[in-house]
């Protein structure tokens, strides 16, 4: 998926990789993960629409990764 942004997009690695962070907390370990596509909000309009696929099949793996923890 990387490989599709950047060839979309060659600067957007510096947004890359989306980011997951788990955190320990006295109820166990809480994980956080990074939205792309709001990450990617921050690009022009037109670079948001060439990359809008990216983000949303990346948004869609994250969720089910989440889900399935």
């Known amino acids: 998926m990387a490989a599709k942004a950047l060839e979309a997009e060659p600067e957007i690695g510096l947004l890359l990789p989306c980011n997951v962070v788990l955190r320990e907390t006295e109820e166990g370990v809480e994980v956080l ?6 990450m990617f909000r921050v690009l022009p309009e037109a670079t948001q ?8 099949e990346a948004r869609a793996r994250l969720s089910r990764a989440l889900s399935r923890l």
């Open 33 to 38: 993960i990074q939205d792309p596509e709001a």
């Open 49 to 56: 629409r060439a990359l809008a696929p990216v983000a949303e």
